[in-house]
């Protein structure tokens, strides 16, 4: 696994967040607030785009 802070995603092309691939993780997290089978809202910044924000599923490792 190799830490990145940023990634660039050249115009017309995508970046696919899949486990064992390009994915986010968070670690150290209350697990009163971030429970398996919750959700969390991402804001992604982009140059020309602006802030995009999604909602995502919250899953353990490895499943």
Do not use: D, N
Not at 8 to 36: D, K, N, R, W, Y
């Amino acid at each position: 696994m190799i830490y990145m802070t940023t990634m660039v995603i050249e115009a017309g092309s995508e970046l696919v967040l899949e486990p064992m691939e390009f994915h986010l993780m968070f670690t150290e997290l209350c697990p009163v607030v971030f429970t398996e089978g919750g959700s969390v809202t991402l804001s992604f910044e982009f140059e020309k785009s602006g802030v995009i924000e999604i909602t995502a599923p919250l899953r353990f490792s490895w499943q």
